[in-house]
C-alpha cells in the first residue's frame, strides 16, 4: 500500500520566518496530495491540496509544490505567525480510491514570538 | 449543521467488551469516512462509504471492526472484543459532491477517543 514519510518532525521557527515541511510517497498512481492542519486538541481541517497535473499552488502565505518524477511534495509557510502553531500532515491518494488518504506522520510546527 | 458530529466523545471501556460510536456526517454530504489516530501519529484509513454503500473494507484492522450506515446518513463503528491496544482517537469525516464531482476535501468530526483498560 502507499507510504508517505513526512519531514521533519517537529520545526520551530521564529515570527516571520518561512517554514517548510517535505513529504515522500510510494506509490507512482498517487494523483491527489492535501496537507491538514489540527491544532491541539482539534479537529484536522484542510488548509491547500493539490493534484498531480500541475506543479505548484499557492494560497497567500502557503503555498504546495509537487514533483512527480521524485514523489515528493512540500508545504511551504511564509511569514510565519504565532497563530499557525499546530501539527500539519501531509497526505496522498490514488484515482478511484474514494478520496481515501494515506496520511504522513505529522510535522509539530512551533512559531515563536 | 455545525459540522459532523459524533458520539460518544470519550468511552472507558474494559477489554473483552464491544463498543459502538456513532458519526452524523454534514448534511447531504455522500462520502463518510473512518479513521483511526494514535497519539503523534497521522490518521489511519479503516473504510468509506458512499451513501449507503460501503466501498472499502479491507483496510479494517481486524474482523473484530465493522462499520454500517444504513440508509446513507450516520454511521456507526462497532469494535468487537475490545483489546488495549484498540485505544485511540476514532475520527469520522464527510465530503461532498461539487459539480457532481467529488473535490476530495474531508470535513472530519471530533472524534471519539476510546481507552480500554
Known amino acids: 500500500g502507499e507510504n508517505v514519510e513526512q519531514h521533519p518532525s517537529t520545526l520551530s521557527v521564529q515570527e516571520g520566518d518561512s517554514a517548510v515541511i517535505k513529504c515522500t510517497y510510494s506509490d507512482s498512481a498517487s494523483n491527489y496530495f492535501p496537507w491538514y492542519k489540527q491544532e491541539l486538541g482539534k479537529r484536522p481541517q484542510l488548509i491547500i491540496d493539490i493534484r498531480s497535473n500541475v506543479g505548484e499552488k499557492k494560497d497567500q502565505r502557503i503555498a504546495v509544490t509537487l514533483n512527480k518524477t521524485a514523489k515528493h511534495f512540500s508545504l511551504h509557510i511564509t511569514e510565519t505567525q504565532p497563530e499557525d502553531s499546530a501539527v500539519y500532515f501531509c497526505?496522498?491518494?490514488?484515482?478511484?480510491?474514494?478520496?481515501?488518504?494515506?496520511f504522513g506522520k505529522g510535522t509539530s510546527l512551533l512559531v515563536t514570538p | 449543521d455545525t459540522g459532523v458530529s459524533q458520539d460518544p466523545r470519550h468511552k472507558i471501556t474494559k477489554r473483552g467488551q464491544n463498543v459502538t460510536f456513532r458519526c452524523d456526517p454534514i448534511?447531504?454530504?455522500?462520502?463518510l469516512y473512518w479513521y483511526r489516530q494514535t497519539l503523534g501519529q497521522g490518521p489511519e484509513f479503516l473504510t468509506y462509504f458512499q451513501n449507503e454503500a460501503q466501498l472499502e473494507k479491507s483496510r479494517l484492522l481486524s474482523d473484530r471492526f465493522s462499520a454500517e450506515r444504513p440508509k446513507g446518513s450516520f454511521s456507526t463503528l462497532e469494535i468487537q472484543r475490545t483489546e488495549q491496544g484498540d485505544s485511540a482517537m476514532y475520527l469520522c469525516?464527510?465530503?461532498?459532491?461539487?459539480?457532481?464531482?467529488?473535490?476530495?476535501?474531508?470535513?472530519f468530526g471530533e472524534g471519539s477517543r476510546l481507552t480500554v483498560l
Open positions: 448534511s447531504e454530504h455522500n462520502r
Open positions: 497526505a496522498a491518494s490514488r484515482p478511484n480510491s474514494g478520496y481515501a488518504l494515506n
Open positions: 469525516a464527510s465530503s461532498t459532491l461539487e459539480a457532481r464531482v467529488n473535490t476530495g476535501e474531508l470535513f
